[in-house]
């Protein structure tokens, strides 16, 4: 294995670019560089030869083109063990480049903000790829660098080893290397796709014929869904917020899979109450309690009534900044987790003092999660392949939102139809959901059956000790029968949300007036398997 002896270095993120390349020159390498690099460098007293200098060939069109040139290219590909390639350098004069460090132009970065097609496209950066490339591709000669955070792991293996890198560092810095191209391709590529849908000069369906996916890993858990499971978690850097980022602020353990699961699942449902004051607390990724209030306490009370077996364990999520009279409420719980825009002081003391029970600050992901209008994709992995569809983020549609039968619903009906639907569809199929106005009664998730949905909601209220009567049911999806319609009926449950469509639709509306129940249709679906 050959030393180092020559390094390129041209990067955009200058992080501890000035220590590492001070590292690579006391070690004797040589450096070249492209102009504002070379330009930095040159003002730390670092000695370094620019690229243009070197080729004889001057940057131009505004910097377009400055390290595109067979002379570095040549000097990163030729096969050092090859004697047709070493002749052929040395005849023409080619210098050998054994190290690369480059970084791009923030394409991701300056895209995630609303900006003109120019600047995109001069966020495209052509010579750092192409260079990457050509070193990775040649990595058991040349050494190529493209996270700042190897900059200290790389000087220290060189200095102890005679400026030699091992092949093992060779090969995990070249699969670092094609996974950041690959990454800022598909950032580019998806970018320009979703421009191409909102100027409608593309449809977004069909979907592509190639499905292209860029996650960053935030961190390794300590095990999946089951101890004898790997896991990790990831983000899509294209996404405005993600639940694997919130901060967490209190607890000694960190999230595991199904903690993150839960989250998210609490995430989703509790940005739908915006600026009321709400607590949902989620079990197994289905809620099992939800409560509105004048406080934050009122609303956490209500949401604990819905269903104190299943909220043991549980994980509360809170619309509001948590106040000490909320967290008292909690003081004797046991809670695995908790999710708020903030926490007073004293609260988040109180919540804290049990050492497991993990706390998360939501101020910052909210902040990122402004344009809920984007159109995001889900993912769901089968075997051999995957499912792909867009999220299910659609409010009730008001064109297509109709009362079905004789009766009308109250304006207190009506309020608590709307609050039932925007629970029923974050509930795993087949679900129903018993509101009043202001709270979850019962929930009934994850049958084969859409009935025996219906007969668990009654009998957790049941359970809950809440009264059904005079209470509003929701369904994610039509009902098949009348059947469902007699039980709650009978319950005395007075007005039904669902999405309509059946065949059977008449048969359950002539159910819904004999019982004197109100329905909407909403002509939306929301199926959660």
């Known amino acids: 294995m050959s030393s180092i ?24 390498i040589e450096l070249l560089s492209t102009g504002g690099t070379a330009k ?11 690229i243009a200098d070197y080729t004889g ?36 004069g080619i210098r050998t480049i054994d190290m690369v460090a480059v970084n ?8 995630s903000q609303p900006i003109d097609l120019s600047a995109a496209l001069e966020n495209i950066d052509i010579g750092g790829p192409s260079m990457i490339r050509s070193a990775a591709k040649n990595y058991q000669s040349v050494a190529v660098v493209t996270d700042p955070t190897d900059y200290s792991r790389i000087l220290s293996e060189l200095q102890s080893s005679a400026c030699q890198l091992s092949e093992r560092t060779r090969l995990g810095l070249m699969l670092k290397a094609f996974q950041r191209t690959a990454a800022y391709d598909i950032a580019i590529s998806s970018y320009f796709l979703d421009q191409a849908i909102s100027q409608e000069v593309l449809t977004e369906w069909p979907a592509p014929d190639r499905l292209l996916m860029n996650f960053e890993k935030v961190k390794d858990l300590r095990y999946g869904e089951n101890p004898h499971q790997k896991g990790a978690v ?41 600026d009321e004051y709400a607590t949902v607390i989620i079990k ?3 809620p099992c309690g939800v409560g509105k209030g004048r406080t934050l306490k009122e609303s956490c009370t209500r949401a604990l009534a819905t269903d104190p077996v299943s909220a043991f364990g549980g994980v509360y999520a809170f619309s509001k900044v948590v106040d000490s009279e909320t967290a008292r ?6 809670v695995e987790l908790v999710l708020a825009p903030g926490y007073e002081p004293e609260a988040l003391k109180m919540l804290s003092a049990k050492k497991n029970r993990r706390i998360l600050d939501l101020s910052d992901i909210l902040r990122t999660d402004k344009n809920r209008t984007l159109p995001r994709k889900n993912f769901r992995k089968i075997l051999g392949g995957i499912l792909y569809q867009d ?13 079905v039968t004789k009766r009308q619903p109250t304006k207190d009906e009506e309020e608590a139809l709307r609050f039932a639907w925007r629970i029923v569809r974050r509930v795993k199929s087949n679900a129903i959901v018993l509101c009043s106005r202001e709270q979850l009664v019962g929930v009934g998730a994850g049958q084969m059956s859409r009935v025996d949905s219906c007969k668990i909601s009654l009998m957790k209220a049941q359970e809950a000790g809440l009264k059904v009567e005079g209470t509003v049911m929701a369904s994610d999806a039509f009902f098949p029968f009348r059947d469902s319609v007699d039980l709650m009926g009978q319950a005395g449950v007075t007005a039904i949300i669902q999405p309509g469509g059946s065949i059977r639709d008449q048969e359950v509306i002539d159910a819904t007036n004999e019982f004197g129940i109100a329905m909407m249709f909403t002509g939306i679906r929301h199926f959660a398997h």
Do not use: M
């Not at 930095?40 to 620019?50: M, Q």
């Not at 409420?329 to 046991?334: A, Q, R, Y």
């Open 40 to 50: 930095l460098l040159r003002g730390k007293a670092i000695p370094v030869e620019e």
């Open 391 to 403: 999220s299910d983020e659609l409010p009730i549609d008001e064109e297509k939102i109709r009362v």
């Open 329 to 334: 409420v909690l003081e004797d719980k046991f």
């Open 284 to 286: 197994h990724t289905n």
């Open 5 to 28: 002896k020559t390094a390129l270095v041209s990067v955009y993120d200058k992080t501890s670019i000035v220590e590492f390349a001070q590292g690579l020159s006391s070690l004797g």
């Open 104 to 111: 791009l132009y923030p394409f991701e970065k300056v895209t």
């Open 57 to 92: 060939f001057p940057e131009i069109l505004d910097g377009r083109v400055k390290s595109l040139h067979p002379k570095i290219h040549a000097g990163l590909l030729y096969r050092r063990d090859n004697r047709n390639d070493r002749e052929t350098v040395q005849k023409l």
């Open 234 to 274: 990831y983000r899509d850097p294209q996404a405005p917020s993600c639940i694997a980022l919130a901060k967490q602020v209190a607890g000694e353990k960190e999230l595991s899979y199904t903690n993150i699961l839960d989250a998210d699942a609490a995430y989703r449902l509790i940005r739908e109450f915006g």
